[in-house]
């Protein structure tokens, strides 16, 4: 049996998120926000993941035959079915993942993990699980919180995984153009630091920028924070190699444009491992900026502040647009000041005096060279101000930047604390904001009484668009005897009511198989039969990721071994 292990992972953040040591306890003052808050009175207690040792796990599905296969294309040293590795991929990071590994569960553990190091050894495993009927999940970081990189067995006699960590490199850079090229495997911080050197940064620092790969970037439509300045990853990419079933498919052009016939490019980015494995993509680059320029503006409302947003966003020069740009609503506002300490405090008395009791309160952030990004912040102040904004410095965007990557670590300490914590989002047009925010808000709160506890719901914008904005909910409750179906009960609300509204699915999470029964009312039943078809091409035995972001069609007979 091949048991070797390609990378040490620390066993501690088996159950949570990233480098254990980078998580803090809640303070006092957090504890009793959740005292207050939600009702909690036991929030001192602890509810730890069970002992490693306890989690249960089934035996590999693979003989030694299979296994020695794999190892002829890979190495020994780089497939495994050790028992760290199988229940470090045996989900993603949405709480229900973690609440199921937390509780002792990685019976749906892979069979083996894979770590190619080449594009050349990733075709020629999707070769052998092809002719072994195994079923593939593409993994990169793990971070997905849709149920993305669940290993789905689906009609197969197993699932691998295929870790992409081993091909993490940068390939090619030409900076006259502002476009490099990385292997699909290298993670957010590791691009940074190939590209800082060379004077160059990519720009995108979605919230899992810790953990997340590139390739993740493209086949989940990722939007980093800073994406209304830097753009969203499929703004980003210009061209990607993917390896399918089929055989490899380079899609996409370093041309500046193109009318060759339809976008092809757009059948992989968004993916979602669907199709085959991407492993390589070339991405638009731009300068490291010389400077930042910080800012916070306080409104009488969400729909002030809103109204602000689109105010800069259509009357301002297209230049001036902050890179970040958030909004958040009156209620994490209000936890902001809470939980912010002494400073934050007397910018609440302030904003009261000023005749803002429950302020909404927007923090951005600019980029650019030296001498602009403060004169563009003066022009866009003056945008706000209009607007009916309060300044109040630049210590929240600040504040801000400084943890902009600590959420994951709160959430593992808030369900250590018996609290459930979830995020779910959407963007819709400016027309349809305001009623879309108090519809899913209503549709929250409604779903979590059900369980007969108090919950809280928090949001802001986060992503700025010409027609549009983002909305990004997390919401709090007291975690029930059987918390996934707590989450799962509140996620189908929310997506109901976002349906209902007339808004994306999904903006920036993926699809995965949390989203899927929502697609036909996102794209229609023929746009199902075209992504359908899609798949039907490039992977026929449909081993690639089974059960994600394409639903089976509801008169869909039994799915039937193909020869």
């Known amino acids: 049996m091949v048991t070797q292990n390609?990378?040490?992972?620390?066993?501690?953040?088996?159950?949570?998120?990233?480098?254990?040591?980078?998580?803090?306890?809640l303070s006092a003052a957090g504890l009793e926000y959740l005292r207050t808050t939600l009702g909690l009175q036991n929030v001192e207690a602890a509810h730890p993941p069970v002992d490693f040792e306890d989690i249960a796990l089934g035996p590999s599905a693979l003989g030694e035959a299979v296994l020695a296969e794999l190892s002829g294309i890979c190495g020994a040293r780089h497939v495994s079915t050790e028992r760290t590795e199988r229940i470090l991929h045996s989900g993603g990071k949405s709480t229900p993942d973690l609440l199921r590994i937390r509780g002792g569960d990685a019976l749906q553990a892979p069979d083996a993990v894979i770590f190619p190091g080449s594009a050349e050894e990733v075709r020629r495993v999707l070769e052998l699980c092809v002719a072994r009927r195994l079923a593939v999940v593409a993994f990169g970081g793990g971070t997905s919180v849709v149920g993305g990189v669940e290993p789905l067995r689906g009609p197969f006699s197993g699932v691998v995984t295929i870790d992409m960590r081993r091909m993490d490199r940068l390939l090619h850079l030409d900076a006259l153009s502002r476009t490099a090229t990385f292997e699909a495997g290298i993670r957010g911080p590791a691009i940074e630091a190939a590209l800082e050197p060379l004077g160059f940064t990519l720009g995108h620092f979605p919230q899992s920028h810790q953990e997340a790969t590139l390739g993740g970037y493209v086949a989940t439509r990722s939007a980093g924070q800073?994406?209304?300045?830097?753009?969203?990853?499929d703004n980003l990419v210009?061209?990607?190699?993917?390896?399918?079933?089929?055989?490899?498919?380079?899609?996409?052009?370093?041309?500046?444009?193109?009318?060759?016939?339809?976008?092809?490019?757009?059948?992989?980015?968004?993916?979602?491992?669907?199709?085959?494995?991407?492993?390589?993509?070339?991405?638009?680059?731009?300068?490291?900026?010389?400077?930042?320029?910080?800012?916070?503006?306080?409104f009488e409302s969400f729909a002030a502040g809103a109204a602000a947003l689109r105010r800069l966003r259509h009357e301002g020069v297209r230049g001036d647009m902050p890179h970040v740009c958030r909004l958040s609503d009156t209620d994490q506002s209000a936890a902001t000041f809470k939980l912010g300490g002494p400073k934050t405090a007397a910018m609440a008395r302030y904003l009261g005096l000023r005749g803002q009791r429950t302020p909404a309160l927007a923090l951005f952030v600019w980029e650019g060279a030296k001498g602009e990004t403060a004169a563009r912040k003066r022009r866009s102040a003056r945008i706000l101000r209009a607007a009916g904004g309060i300044y109040v410095g630049p210590l929240p965007a600040r504040a801000w930047e400084r943890g902009r990557f600590s959420g994951p670590y709160l959430r593992d300490e808030l369900l250590t604390r018996g609290v459930l914590v979830e995020t779910l989002e959407t963007a819709a047009t400016w027309t349809r904001l305001e009623a879309t925010y108090a519809a899913v808000r209503g549709a929250i709160l409604e779903a979590l009484a059900e369980g007969g506890g108090t919950?809280?719901?928090?949001t802001h914008i986060s992503h700025v668009y010409p027609d549009g904005a983002s909305i990004y909910f997390t919401f709090l409750a007291g975690l029930e005897q059987d918390g996934p179906a707590q989450n799962a009960r509140v996620k189908k609300a929310a997506s109901e009511a976002i349906v209902a509204a007339r808004a994306t699915i999904t903006h920036h999470h993926a699809v995965g198989t949390d989203h899927a029964p929502y697609m036909e009312a996102e794209i229609g039943a023929l746009g199902i039969a075209v992504l359908a078809g899609i798949k039907e091409t490039l992977d026929p035995s449909g081993i690639m990721n089974p059960g994600k972001l394409i639903p089976t069609p509801k008169n869909a007979s039994p799915t039937k071994e193909k020869p």
């Open 6 to 25: 390609t990378v040490t992972i620390p066993r501690s953040v088996w159950y949570g998120w990233g480098d254990p040591a980078r998580a803090k306890p």
């Open 226 to 233: 800073a994406s209304t300045g830097y753009g969203r990853s």
């Open 238 to 298: 210009k061209a990607v190699h993917l390896e399918t079933p089929a055989g490899p498919l380079d899609v996409g052009s370093t041309a500046p444009g193109t009318a060759a016939g339809p976008k092809l490019l757009d059948t992989v980015v968004g993916s979602e491992g669907t199709l085959g494995v991407i492993t390589s993509a070339t991405m638009l680059i731009q300068p490291l900026p010389e400077s930042r320029s910080h800012g916070a503006w306080s």
């Open 455 to 458: 919950g809280y719901v928090q």
